[in-house]
Nanobody, 125 residues
């Protein structure tokens, strides 16, 4: 059974950093790509970043490029999202997701099949 457990959210001031963690149990990293979606109040969900561990392919939404870094630790079955220089527009619930579909530098072609519970990130200006 696939389980995705996200943590690390919180309330921070603009310009500060947070690191989100996603423990992905039952997800063989050789077969799955892991990604982070977010949904802000009143807005649709959007793909922020994803990674295919088998070859290190990554995707970043334009607005987070240069500020966010996704990484994976296969031995710990954990994917991280390091978020630096946070802005108020980064405020959202962040969801860890997984799919067998390859994550390329263009992202995923469809919504991932596995979703975890979200973690709230609030950035105050």
């Amino acid at each position: 059974e696939v389980q995705l457990q996200a943590s690390g959210g919180g309330l921070v001031q603009a310009g500060r950093s947070l690191r989100l963690s996603c423990v992905a149990s039952g997800v063989p990293f050789d077969d799955y790509a892991i990604g982070w979606f977010r949904q802000a109040p009143g807005k649709g969900r959007e793909l922020v970043s994803c990674i295919t561990d088998s070859d290190g392919s990554t995707y970043y939404k334009d607005s987070v490029k240069g500020r966010f870094t996704i990484s994976s630790d296969n031995a710990e079955s954990t994917v991280y999202l390091q978020m630096n220089n946070l802005k108020s527009e980064d405020t959202a619930v962040y969801y860890c997701t997984a799919d067998r579909l390859y994550c390329s530098r263009y992202g995923w072609k469809r919504d991932p099949e596995k979703w975890g519970r979200g973690t709230q990130v609030t950035v105050s200006s």
